[in-house]
């Protein structure tokens, strides 16, 4: 496989930072696009020289110059085509969630693995340098054991509209939208342990829909870790960026967001600040561009993904059972 085609289907918000990405890379040809906006997709197509327009998803099945697609449509058709897709022998990238249940997140898996295909999931967070410090901050023991942790996904004064606030097109609200992000972030940063047990409580209470915007979730891991997973849109205010996590170790504190950390030193604690490259944004494109680099590497090499279907299965597995603790007042088990 010398140039390994790509079929883009979406070319709304999300799909700009996966074309971008993908007309960086050598050898990476975007022939077709697939998306329902018309003229915008047109556009769309233009601006990054892709030949090809259509709204018929079953066109891009058995071409000879599609290897794989990117799926960044609105979440209730993640799990449909990507199955179509790998069915037919062609690896798949999905964005977040990986689809709007866990249960059709374990049939994505189990296709995957009957059809020997790639499926990638765009938990992008994994790629960002911070939260790579974080990360190996953590791994090497310099926080100690990590007793709780808090994270949180949140838009200030602000809120999606379309299909995002449809139950039946988003699967969920806020914390199927946010929430996510949260979740599998500190799940890379703690070295993805297993999930235990879940609580949560879960409202709509900035809005005319019918998805949640505000959600407190409780995890506890397989690590005795406990995790505060905080996901809304329309806050009056949240404790940084839009995203963020704070650890809480035996032997120090670490911030992602803003990144710096803490190390006890008998009664007092020193704060290490360190130099990481300079963001444009919070999500900013090289966070993205990495993510396509690595399915493309994945594609070539034919290795699993670093946000592969597993962690995109467990992170649907936790929201799952946080809906379901939200509705009945218990605790999960998992
Ligand atoms: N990782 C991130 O940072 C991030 C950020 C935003 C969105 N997302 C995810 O990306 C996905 C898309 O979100 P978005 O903000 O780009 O949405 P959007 O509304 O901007 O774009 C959705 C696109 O999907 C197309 N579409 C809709 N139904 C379709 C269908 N049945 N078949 C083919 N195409 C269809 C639309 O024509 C549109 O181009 C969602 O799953 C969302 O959760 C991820």
Redesign the pocket.
């Known amino acids: 496989m010398d140039t390994i085609g790509i079929a883009l ?7 700009h ?1 996966h074309a971008r990405g993908l007309a960086e890379l050598p050898d990476v040809k975007v022939p077709v696009l ?4 018309g003229k ?2 047109e556009e769309f197509a233009g601006k990054y020289d892709i030949e090809e327009v259509t ?1 018929q ?1 079953n066109s891009l099945l058995g071409r000879e110059d599609i290897h794989a697609v990117v799926i ?4 209730k ?2 799990a449909p ?1 990507a199955m179509e897709f790998m069915k037919n022998g062609i690896d798949v990238f999905v ?3 990986m689809a709007v249940s866990a249960l059709q997140g374990k049939e994505m898996i189990e296709f995957a693995r009957k059809n020997n295909r790639i499926l990638m999931v ?3 967070w994994r790629f960002d340098a911070e939260v790579n410090y974080v990360r190996d901050l953590v791994q090497s023991g310099k926080l100690g054991e990590i007793l709780k942790t808090k994270g949180y996904g949140i838009h200030v004064n602000w809120g ?1 509209s ?3 606030v449809d139950k039946d097109l ?1 699967g969920g609200g806020a914390l ?2 946010m929430g996510v ?1 949260a979740i599998d972030t500190v799940r890379y940063i703690l070295g993805d342990p297993q999930p235990k047990e879940v609580y949560a409580k879960i409202s709509t209470s900035f809005g005319d829909y019918d998805v949640d915007d505000t959600g407190i979730v409780m995890i506890t891991w397989d690590t005795e870790a406990v995790s505060i997973i905080e996901s809304g849109w329309w806050h009056p205010h949240t404790d940084g960026p839009e995203a963020g996590t704070q650890l809480f170790g035996t032997l120090g504190y670490a911030s992602l967001f803003p990144t710096f950390w803490e190390k006890k030193k008998g009664d007092d604690l020193e704060k290490i600040v360190p130099d990481m490259p300079e963001r444009k944004e919070h ?1 900013d494109q090289v966070i ?1 561009s990495r993510q396509m680099k690595h399915f493309i590497e994945c594609l070539r090499n034919h290795t699993s993904p670093l946000s592969g279907m597993i962690q995109g299965q467990t992170v649907l597995r936790i929201v799952d059972a946080a809906y379901e603790s939200a509705r009945t007042g218990k605790v999960v088990k998992l």
Not at 9 to 15: E, T
Not at 34 to 37: A, I, K, P, R, W
Not at 72 to 75: E, K, V
């Open positions: 289907i979406g070319s709304g918000y999300i799909a930072y697939c998306s329902l906006d915008a997709a709204d998803i960044a449509t609105p979440n058709y993640h085509y964005e977040k969630p765009g938990h992008m999606p379309g299909w995002f988003a199927a939208d992000h999500c993205y």
